[in-house]
T-cell receptor, first 114, second 111 residues
Framework: DTGVSQNPRHKITKRGQNVTFRCDPI?????LYWYRQTLGQGPEFLTY????????KSRLLSDRFSAERPKGSFSTLEIQRTEQGDSAMYLC????????????FGPGTRLTVT | GQSLEQPSEVTAVEGAIVQINCTYQ??????LSWYQQHDGGAPTFLSY????GLEETGRFSSFLSRSDSYGYLLLQELQMKDSASYFC????????????FGQGTELSVKP
């Protein structure tokens, strides 16, 4: 499968715990994006990378959220001290440079904070 | 602020044509994309308009009018499998990567 993959697919955690998600983009895509989606809403932009550089981060993203893409390949999104409001689907997408309008999304990680 | 407006729900019958409208108000605008998302699935890219006018891709077409801050997605010869949510998304900046998504339109195709 040469699509975008995300792990885990589901994560249930208790409030206050830290969680980390992984995204593996399509190999030739140098841009990688993270979005959050709640039921009945469109994906909401969180952050994006071009190669290993994090170029933009949403103002909605609190200091509890951090993302990395250390070697310009896979990326991780960590949420510290989770809150119930963090429960959502976390989507990763990738694209070719100059084609950010055509993003390829992974299946997402569904986070439930209890 | 940034806002995109789409109808929340649309219902149509198999074989019909349906148009999903999108109006936007964003601080920057470089183009409008459309994505389809089935229940439990990932969004998938359908179409993009970087210039005014109509783009056709098989049964799907998309239109953009920058002067009206308006676009639409046209789905022809509807099939049951077209039942899904459809999102318009603004590419706000040429060099920026992020897409600003609307809240989505849930399309139900009836037999």
């Amino acid at each position: 499968d040469t699509g975008v993959s995300q792990n885990p697919r589901h994560k249930i955690t208790k409030r206050g715990q830290n969680v980390t998600f992984r995204c593996d983009p399509i190999s030739e895509h140098n841009r990688l994006y993270w979005y959050r989606q709640t039921l009945g809403q469109g994906p909401e932009f969180l952050t994006y990378f071009q190669n290993e550089a994090q170029l933009e981060k949403s103002r909605l993203l609190s200091d509890r959220f951090s993302a990395e893409r250390p070697k310009g390949s896979f990326s991780t999104l960590e949420i510290q001290r989770t809150e119930q409001g963090d429960s959502a689907m976390y989507l990763c997408a990738s694209s070719l440079p100059g084609q950010g309008y055509e993003q390829y999304f992974g299946p997402g990680t569904r986070l439930t904070v209890t | 602020g940034q806002s995109l407006e789409q109808p929340s729900e649309v219902t149509a019958v198999e074989g019909a044509i349906v148009q999903i409208n999108c109006t936007y108000q964003t601080s920057g605008f470089y183009g409008l994309s459309w994505y389809q998302q089935h229940d439990g699935g990932a969004p998938t890219f359908l179409s993009y308009n970087g210039l005014d006018g109509l783009e056709e891709t098989g049964r799907f077409s998309s239109f953009l009018s920058r002067s009206d801050s308006y676009g639409y997605l046209l789905l022809q010869e509807l099939q049951m499998k077209d039942s899904a949510s459809y999102f318009c998304a603004v590419r706000a900046f040429a060099k920026g990567g992020k897409l600003i998504f609307g809240q989505g339109t849930e399309l139900s195709v009836k037999p």
